[in-house]
């Protein structure tokens, strides 16, 4: 019997599976954010209080936790990117979805967040 995954363990995986692919966030690393520790707790636990309090913990898995954490500003940018070819392009977003190995339900509600968004600002101008 598999246990559920909690909604941080599966946005983790999610990640974990995609940093190769999205690693570019539009901005550099702060390499000292995060505290490297032989004796601390592994990346997935530390981006468990990273993500869910917001509290950095010592890490003995620092570069895979950068990396995971650079995964999720990547995609994030990505999509707000998307977003605006969408618009631009009248591309419909399940092109965008596939680029993504069994997307986590969030990534089609940012995407929707970012419409809304989007729209907002330009009718704002």
Known sequence: MTKKLKAW???YQFYKRHMNKFNFC???DDETKFKEDANGINAKQA???????GII??????SLLRSVMRCKASINFHIKMWVEGFYDMC?????YLH??????DWV??????????Y?????KE
Do not use: H, T
Request: aromatic share 14%; charged share 35%.
């Open 9 to 11: 363990e599966c946005d």
């Open 47 to 53: 981006f468990k209080w990273l993500d869910s309090n």
């Open 119 to 123: 729209w907002y600002n330009r009718l």
């Open 91 to 95: 591309q419909p977003i399940e092109d």
């Open 57 to 62: 913990m010592p890490c003995r898995e620092v």
């Open 108 to 117: 089609r509600i940012s995407f929707e967040n970012q419409k809304r968004k």
């Open 99 to 104: 680029s993504f190995d069994n997307p986590p």
């Open 26 to 28: 539009g901005s550099a």
